[in-house]
């Protein structure tokens, strides 16, 4: 058989009938100081490889790099099993891997009698906040993992765009718009209005907390600011900022005043 994984993951590329027959990753790697990451090795090619370094008669392992090879607890509890004895590891990687609680609390027994390990990468695998806690405890070497970070907590918006609410107030923002074709300047084109309005909206909920019985009163200060942009300023005049604003806020239905839709 050949000697290294890596050759084998190779045999089994070029040879389809290999890839079916031979079960590559029960023999012992003959050199287990090779780049293993990624070679698929499973729980089978895990237990292979710490029987290689228990039986090995070399010098000590830099690193051992098992990363991305689908090992799960019955992988980590072979390694836990290897770091109890004397084998002098410096660096273990298993990152990217699926080892959960179970196969943590195992290596964190070993590690807790084991002095030759310096760094150990169980970053990208699903151990809880409880596992990870146990491992930090027990190890003297320094361990990657994930940060704990809060869930995202979403902006009211956020909770909205994808949502009912968002749908409606567009929609009762497209009516609004519809009937107010004497509210303001003829010629500014209704659909360039309409969807300056929906930026403006979009853009003031993005960065404000605002409670759900203030949307109508957004909807219809943006489509003020739009309308107000919209029109030229050779022909803008205060009056008619002020007879546009005492008509939207008539739309509220009482809701808010001309000067609730200016501010």
């Not at 490889?49 to 090879?69: D, F």
């Not at 990208?124 to 970070?149: D, H, M, P, W, Y």
């Not at 909920?205 to 957004?218: D, H, I, N, P, S």
């Not at 943006?222 to 546009?244: G, V, W």
Request: with cysteine; charged share 20%; aromatic share 8%.
């Amino acid at each position: 058989l050949l000697p290294t994984f890596g050759e084998r993951v190779r045999l089994c590329m070029v040879c389809k009938i290999a890839a079916h027959v031979l079960e590559w990753r029960l023999a012992p790697p003959l050199q287990p100081r090779e780049e293993m990451s990624g070679l698929n090795l499973g729980d089978l090619g895990a237990r292979a490889v710490t029987c290689a370094l228990a039986t090995s008669q070399q010098s000590p392992v830099g690193e051992l790099s098992l990363g991305s090879n689908n090992i799960g607890n019955t992988g980590a509890f072979e390694i836990s099993a290897l770091l109890r004895k004397s084998c002098t590891i410096r660096r273990l990687s298993l990152r990217d891997n699926d080892i959960n609680d179970a196969g943590a609390h195992a290596l964190a027994a070993a590690l807790a009698v084991n002095t030759s390990l310096e760094e150990l990468d169980l970053w990208g695998n699903s151990i809880s906040k409880a596992g990870k806690a146990a491992l930090l405890a027990a190890t003297k070497c320094k361990v990657f993992l994930e940060l704990e970070r809060p869930p995202p907590q979403p902006s009211a918006w956020f909770r909205l765009a994808d949502g009912r609410m968002r749908t409606v107030l567009y929609e009762w923002i497209s009516q609004v718009q519809t009937g107010a074709h004497g509210a303001w300047d003829s010629n500014a084109d209704p659909q360039d209005l309409l969807f300056r309005t929906f930026h403006y909206i979009d853009a003031y909920f993005a960065c404000k907390r605002v409670r759900r019985t203030e949307m109508q009163l957004v909807g219809v200060a943006s489509t003020f600011l739009a309308a107000s942009q919209a029109i030229s300023a050779a022909s803008r005049e205060h009056q008619q900022d002020d007879e546009l604003a005492a008509w939207l806020a008539f739309v509220t239905d009482g809701g808010y005043t001309a000067d609730n839709v200016k501010e």
